[in-house]
């Protein structure tokens, strides 16, 4: 099982929609996938009908029980059962809150290595693990770069674009020096993208500084909106619109740069 973490310190950069319809294109192509929803706000649990507020079985569970068998709070989506591959999800709700605040205070055991446990009884069930982070830096989130191979970084291209990066590639080198040599950032991902002089200048500007996939996804005004209300990846809802095509497009590039 490859794991990939979507992180961003930044709200709102199109971490949740990148995470879900890497997932489905994934899960579509046939392959076996695991989402896990690492965020209190659980939007990616929103997009598949599965947010519930009173649920005790979510990824809260895994930071706080110690030899807990994962599968217990794994659930299926509509898409799990397809012809093709599977896409089951780990949901998330307000509990992680509260579980990663836990954490900081039980020193009793390793804070930073309860994903990695966790996920270890399911490393053959799956090909992919995708960790849909909130915009933070908090333990579940240290435990998601603890547990991944691979990094990818939206970034929506605006004045702000660049607050934050420094940081999260700061700790993103700790986890890699501390804990996990082989944690790769593939590159940023540049989202919500309009055919403008800033947005170019913006991205050459980030080129110049970071690894950056050449895909990227183009701002699609009403079919991403849209698809979230419909509780569906915006590539099952729109099939030939901008972003889905240009998701399509950045899986193909992802899934040839780990060949
Ligand atoms: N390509 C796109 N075109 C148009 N709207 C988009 C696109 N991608 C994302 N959006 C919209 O932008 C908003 C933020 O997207 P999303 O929730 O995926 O970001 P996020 O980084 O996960 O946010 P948060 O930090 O709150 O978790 C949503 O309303 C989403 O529908
Ligand atoms: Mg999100």
New binding site residues.
Partial sequence: MRVISII?L?????????SVNMAYILCKQGFRVLLIDN?K?G?ASKTFGLYNPEDENTVARIMLERGLDVREIINKTPYSDSEAGTLDIITANMELLEANMRTIVDTGRQQQTRFKKALTAVSDQYDFCII?N??DINMSIINALVVSDDLII?IMIDQYSFDGLEILIEQIEQTKEDFNPALTFRGCLV??YRKADVQEQGTEVLDSGYPIFESR?????NK??ES?FAGKPVVEYSVRCG?SQDYKKFVREYLEAIK
């Fill in positions: 961003s930044k709200g709102g950069v199109a971490k949740t929609t990148t965020d706000q939007n849909d909130a915009p939206p989202t919500q996804i183009r701002r699609t005004e991403v909106n979230t972003a």
